[in-house]
């Protein structure tokens, strides 16, 4: 109150307003820029994945379509790419054709083949009907679907910190994270590097 009183005569006010007018026009886009850099550094850390290359992947169990349970660790010798999706996000339907590039590249060799590659799809999803006419739509052939609801409040995504979609994960036949969010091109460059030769 004893500021505001102080403020509140004329001189002072003016000798505020000029000073305030003064720092603004010498700092005010440092200022603006500094808080800008610092909202989008929040976001990139509040966003990016919580595991990275080189660390364990955490494994889970959910139900497949059918039913069955399924584990990632029942694919371990192999590598897994571990890919989070939604029906309703248009980045993920665009990476969609991509993905099924890459399976039937690798997803669809010689089965007794070790190691061998698998695509395990984790829908973040509120309705099933949907998702289930995406993987439809899309073409998603593989067998490893997996739903969870709730959307990034749901197991798999809280486990894996998954905040944003896609995001994606290359696992290799030991658990370990080799590569994550890799583009198309890259993560078939990475394939054909670490998987033996038709």
């Not at 006010?13 to 850099?37: C, D, E, N, P, V």
């Not at 052939?141 to 896609?166: C, E, N, S």
Request: charged share 20%.
């Amino acid at each position: 109150m004893y500021v505001l009183i102080r403020i509140g005569s004329v001189k002072n006010l003016q000798t505020f307003t000029h000073r305030m007018t003064s720092f603004l026009k010498k700092y005010g886009f440092w200022i603006l820029a500094g808080g800008l850099l610092l909202a989008l550094f929040g976001k990139y850390l509040y966003l990016k994945p919580r595991y990275i290359q080189g660390e364990v992947a955490p494994d889970f169990t959910a139900p497949l379509p059918d039913g069955t349970s399924f584990s990632l660790s029942d694919l371990k010798g192999d590598y897994i790419l571990l890919d989070f999706w939604g029906s309703w996000c248009g980045p993920c339907r665009q990476a969609n054709p991509g993905l099924v590039r890459i399976y039937n590249e690798f997803g669809t060799r010689d089965r007794n083949q070790k190691p061998g590659f698998h695509l395990v799809s984790v829908g973040i999803e509120t309705h099933a009907n949907r998702w289930a006419a995406a993987i439809a739509q899309d073409g998603l052939l593989w067998p490893y679907h997996l739903m969870d609801t709730d959307l990034f409040k749901g197991q798999i995504a809280r486990l894996y910190g998954v905040k944003a979609v896609p995001t994606s994960y290359l696992i290799d036949p030991e658990g370990m994270i080799i590569g994550v969010n890799l583009e198309e091109d890259d993560l078939r460059k990475t394939l054909k590097e670490v998987l033996p030769s038709n």
